[in-house]
């Protein structure tokens, strides 16, 4: 009784599990979640191992059945699995229309079905259950790949609903461009020879000897027609495909029934624009007479029936030479090796280069310079090389590493550990000033009002802006050379420029566009260095101590105030009157990062009169940078008065009261740190 309660116990599973199986793979629309699933099949397993010899082949948990074998068996198809004559024009479409109505009397509709890229299967069901599933083969006898077959989740085991004693069906398995893509990365990473296309993929996949190899890669099927039947009326290609869904296989949604051959020719236009967009290759249309009688009627001619045609799209696949590889710089500093290759038509159109990513994707592909390679141009526009010809390679091939200076400007490139871009870390390189310009003007950063990237762009063009301290050093004149600035144009950036000189430190820090140092970083940066110079001399020790601050910003932070060439920049802010320091409470030692007592740290100063060095506003800022409390009137509080030209009554007051009162060369004197 116990065994009884079992076996229903799993027939129900099993019921619940098909179905499920059935409404993911099939449909491509599950009722349950994966948890549930997984629930589901845990429960049977559990089952099936207290109850062995209840376990039934055709059972979900017995998908990977089966030890690795030595070779695959022989299978003779009942009826061949006849091939192809293909069209490429529209001309041999209305021949091979003209040629059916010459043979038949009576007018004919026709099916279309995607011609999908991949590889002919056959599979035999007695009494429902899959027995045999093989290749293709010569057409007349293929590979017994049953095992193999059988992992592919959307071949049902079990048929559903009424099915017939006997029946052999076939379609086309094949990989998805995803799977595809995830295979060859895998592949590459760990060295193992790259697949050229989806359907090399597939074919390799189902001719594993270990079926656990063939269920790891994804494989999937569409089902298209039906080889041998017993106990079937069917009169029509869409009745046959009518069948097929019933059984619970999985047929192309995009198939369709034709009236005509204009509507056929309609169909394989539409179906050409949409095959960027399908997951999977298509390589044409197979147009296939819809009435099944007259399939017996116009018979075949040597291995092709009279009755189907195949439009062929032009190949998204060629192979061609690699001249040379480069490397390219784009506007954020990334660096693209790009192959540059002997040019050849593929799908279409002339590619003559292709691009490889980054050092990553060139090592795994391991392409050099003198390969074959392939080429191909599909589910995107841009065109790809798939891998190299290996067998064609000489000894003449040379390997191309990426250079560990940039380019344009000669800087050192760097590649941030974990990740794939390598980058010029030189703040002045031409091919990224106009971006590092836009980042520097823009909201967060030194916002400065006007400077968006057309002007960037126009600076940089004309050689106003060689880096981004150039912007303080532009003149009227230069400014009104420039196209479509207006005198106004020109006096509100020169006033949005001059504004921006008092942004807080952190936001100079975020607007040097150094890797990684976004907005909040570089308010922690400010907040925990006070000045530039501080930052500027930073050990990895400290930088690595500040909240926020890990190892990648350490290293990119490092990195960017080692280069010369932004020591510079910084160095030219600086001269600008850019400020580069925090206003200060009290002292500005922090753990001890800050050694230098300043003459004005802790200090409390007022400025008056004109100066002739800075602007009132600029001495300020100087003053606040090292240490100071910039008030606007004089007190018994006071320090300092540092007077200019002029002095009004703030240096009346200072006399009254005793304050000390020091000239414009005092301020830049003990500003430099030269003490009293
Ligand atoms: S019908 C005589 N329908 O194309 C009938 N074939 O060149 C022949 N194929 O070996 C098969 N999608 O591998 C048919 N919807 C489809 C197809 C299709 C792809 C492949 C199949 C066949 C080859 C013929």
Redesign the pocket.
């Known amino acids: 009784m116990l065994k009884e309660e079992a076996r229903q116990d799993i027939a129900n599973l099993i019921d619940k599990i098909r179905y499920h199986d059935y409404r993911y793979y099939v449909l491509d629309s599950p009722e349950i979640t994966d948890a549930e699933y997984d629930g589901l099949m845990a429960e049977l397993k559990a089952l099936e191992e207290a109850h062995p010899d209840l376990v039934d082949d055709s059972s979900p948990t017995q998908r990977v059945s089966g030890s690795p074998s030595e070779a695959f068996g022989q299978v003779e198809h009942r009826t061949p ?4 004559d ?1 069209a490429t024009t529209k001309e041999e479409l209305v021949d091979f229309d003209q040629r059916i109505k010459r043979l038949l009397a009576n007018p004919v509709s026709y099916v279309v ?8 299967v056959s599979l035999t069901y007695e009494n429902g259950v899959l027995v045999r599933g093989a290749t ?1 083969g010569d057409g007349e006898r293929g590979e017994d790949i049953t095992t193999n077959l059988r992992t592919i989740n959307s071949i049902p085991l079990k048929l559903r609903g009424d099915v017939p004693p006997i029946v052999e069906v ?3 398995a094949y990989m998805d461009r995803v799977a595809f893509a995830e295979l060859n990365r895998h592949r590459g990473e760990s060295g193992a020879p790259l697949f050229a296309n989806p359907r090399n993929a597939a074919a390799g996949s189902l001719r594993q000897l270990d079926p656990a190899v063939t269920a790891s890669r994804r494989l999937n099927v ?1 089902m ?2 039906i080889g041998y039947y017993e106990g079937l009326e069917i009169a029509t290609q869409w009745q046959v495909l009518r069948h097929l869904t019933d059984w619970g296989f999985r047929v ?1 949604p995009l ?1 369709e029934r034709s009236e005509d051959i204009d509507a056929v020719w309609g169909y394989c236009v539409v179906m050409e624009s949409k095959r960027n967009e399908l997951i999977y290759d ?1 390589d044409g249309v ?1 147009v ?1 007479v819809d009435d099944l009688a007259a399939h017996a009627k116009l018979g075949a001619t040597g291995r ?2 009279r009755w ?1 045609i ?1 439009f062929k799209y032009p190949a998204e696949e060629a192979t061609t030479i690699v001249r040379d590889i480069i490397v390219q710089v784009g506007r954020t500093g990334a660096l693209t090796p790009l192959a540059i290759l002997e040019p050849v038509v593929v799908a279409g159109s002339t590619v003559s280069r292709a691009t490889l990513h980054n050092a990553d994707v060139l090592a795994e592909k391991d392409v050099r310079i003198g390969d074959t390679v392939i080429i191909r141009k599909a589910g995107d526009v841009i065109p790809e090389i798939v891998k190299p010809v290996e067998s064609k390679r000489t000894t003449a091939e040379r390997i191309f590493s990426m250079p560990t200076h940039c380019p344009v400007c000669g800087a050192e490139v760097r590649r941030i550990p974990g990740e794939a871009v390598t980058r010029c870390v030189g703040g002045a390189c031409p091919a990224q000033l106009v971006e590092g310009v836009v980042h520097f003007a823009s909201r967060g950063a030194m916002d400065i009002e006007g400077l968006g990237p057309r002007l960037a762009a126009q600076l940089v063009d004309a050689g106003l802006v060689g880096d981004v301290s150039d912007l303080y050093y532009l003149s009227e004149d230069q400014l009104s050379s420039l196209p479509r600035m207006g005198d106004k144009s020109v006096r509100n950036l020169l006033n949005a420029l001059s504004e921006s000189k008092a942004r807080p430190l952190s936001r100079v820090i975020f607007a040097l566009g150094i890797e990684l140092v976004g907005e909040a970083a570089g308010r922690e940066l400010a907040a925990h260095f006070q000045t530039m110079d501080n930052l500027m001399e930073a050990s990895e020790d400290t930088l690595r101590r500040v909240n926020l601050i890990g190892d990648k910003i350490t290293d990119s932070i490092t990195a960017f105030m080692a280069e010369p060439q932004n020591r510079k920049i910084i160095q030219r802010l600086a001269e600008a009157g850019v400020n580069l320091s925090e206003p200060t409470v009290g002292s500005a030692n922090k753990e001890g990062d800050i050694s230098e007592e300043t003459f004005f740290n802790g200090k409390t100063v007022v400025l008056t009169g004109t100066l002739t060095e800075f602007t009132r506003q600029e001495a300020a800022q100087l003053l606040r940078g090292l240490g100071a409390r910039v008030t606007s009137s004089v007190s018994r509080n006071t320090d300092y008065v540092v007077a200019g030209t002029d002095p009004g009554s703030k240096f009346q007051r200072a006399e009254e009261l005793g304050v000390n009162i020091l000239s414009e060369a005092d301020l830049l004197k003990f500003a430099k740190g030269e003490s009293k």
Request: hydrophobic share 45%.
């Open positions: 699995l006849l091939s192809l293909n079905e995607p011609k999908i890229d991949g590889l002919a293709r076939r379609g086309e569409f298209y027609a192309n198939i298509i197979v296939k092709s029936p189907a195949a």
